[in-house]
């Protein structure tokens, strides 16, 4: 029997066991951790910059309304105190904004209205591997466009579709890329943009990293949110915690009554209780948010300029290392062609530092990735940054004998 001929449900369980994640993505980065290990796996906040104090008073407030109505159901579009919240902050209409249960909830809705089964997707290369993830169900064909120091490459796709590819859909990571941590500069979004009205496909905009500049300008506007070719998809996960399963589409108008018919056949809305305390803490204190990410911004930049450094230190003339703008992750790239990269990552975990090789991130060829680390340090003390970066080196040591 051919996966042609199975039936319906099973096509699709076999789809999505076909897919291997890579050791160190999603929930694998949630297995009890080695007492011994430094662990630079995922893109998770640190606890000491997330407002727990907060959140907890924010709790007792909403539970004290009378009737409790934060323990009812509610629209499946999201509470209005949050939607509205979001909007004003994203500078739309209320209308646009649907509240997900994180940022991959709104790519998978993104995906379901938008894209056909067997449709070509163009997607970022190297790119974050779990939205591969989410294509298997819709059985797309992909079309990998570079990404570099300055986001993904426009002029590239620009002559793809020239040469007549047709993508439904393109996904990319605009700010703090992850994997590379490049940003698109406000000209290349404007192109993008273009690109989009001109040839006919939806951009998937993912920008969970967004809030976490901690140096250069911010783009003066964003042309993702003034297009009707744009679903813009944010998350508080990285900002409040990744726990409270939290996050929303900015969708253009003609596109958000089908997410939303679409939600109501399926988990039919987020938490109401969750959207009411996060609404609560958004609102009571309006300037709660923006002092939460100051807290965030400065630790993040001083921990990533500490593993840059530790790396240099350690590890002189071993890797290329740019402290990125923002975001939770290095990109350091191995400058000799001789170390073997998937050796380096066996011997780092045999010394006690685990990392995701770059090896698990390219869509396809033509990119250095798997000469590259991935090294997460949101919620890494700089001591044991430091340290990991002194295992490091004595796992390369294993390789010079």
């Not at 209205?113 to 067997?118: A, F």
């Not at 508080?236 to 969708?251: A, C, E, I, Q, S």
């Not at 050796?343 to 045999?350: F, I, K, M, P, V």
């Not at 680390?373 to 004595?394: I, S």
């Amino acid at each position: 029997m051919t996966l042609d001929t199975l039936p319906a449900l099973a096509r699709r369980t076999a789809l999505v066991s076909a897919f291997s994640v890579p050791k160190g993505f999603g929930d694998q980065t949630l297995r009890e951790r080695r007492a011994d290990a430094i662990e630079l796996l995922g893109g998770i906040p640190d606890p000491s910059v997330l407002p727990a104090p907060e959140l907890a008073e924010a709790t007792a407030r909403i539970l004290a309304q009378p009737g409790q109505p934060a323990l009812q159901y509610s629209r499946t579009e999201g509470i209005p105190a949050l939607r509205e919240w979001i909007a004003a902050r994203e500078r739309v209409a209320v209308s646009r904004i649907v509240v997900t249960n994180g940022g991959f909830h709104g790519l998978a809705l993104a995906i379901q209205t938008t894209v056909e089964r067997g449709d070509l997707v163009a997607v970022d290369n190297p790119i974050f591997p779990l939205f591969l993830r989410g294509l298997e169900l819709s059985a797309a064909d992909i079309l990998p466009v570079r990404v570099g120091a300055h986001g993904i490459d426009v002029d590239q796709l620009g002559a793809l579709l020239r040469d007549g590819a047709r993508p439904a859909a393109l996904y990319t990571v605009p700010d703090f890329h992850n994997p590379t941590q490049g940003s698109l500069a406000l000209e290349g979004r404007r192109e993008l943009v273009r690109l989009a009205e001109r040839y006919g496909f939806v951009v998937f905009a993912d920008n969970p990293y967004r809030e976490l500049r901690f140096a250069g300008p911010a783009p003066a506007e964003e042309p993702f949110n003034h297009s009707e070719r744009v679903i813009h998809v944010n998350t508080f996960t990285k900002t409040l915690g990744p726990g409270l399963r939290l996050g929303w589409l900015v969708l253009p108008e003609w596109l958000a009554p089908d997410v939303i018919a679409l939600r109501s056949r399926q988990d039919s809305h987020s938490s109401t209780f969750v959207q009411a305390v996060v609404a609560d803490l958004l609102t009571q204190e309006p300037g709660l948010f923006d002092a939460t990410l100051d807290r965030a911004r400065a630790l993040y930049a001083s921990r990533a300029r500490t593993l840059a450094e530790a790396l240099e230190r350690e590890a002189p003339g071993e890797f290329d290392v740019e402290v990125p703008e923002g975001g939770l992750f290095l990109w350091p790239r191995l400058l000799d062609d001789r170390v073997d990269a998937d050796r380096l990552a066996a011997d780092a975990s045999a010394e006690g530092v685990e990392y995701q090789r770059g090896s698990f991130f390219p869509s396809g060829p033509g990119t250095d990735a798997a000469r590259h680390l991935r090294l997460a340090f949101g919620d890494t003390g700089e001591h044991r940054l430091a340290e990991a970066a002194a295992r490091l080196a004595r796992a390369l040591q294993r390789q010079r004998g």
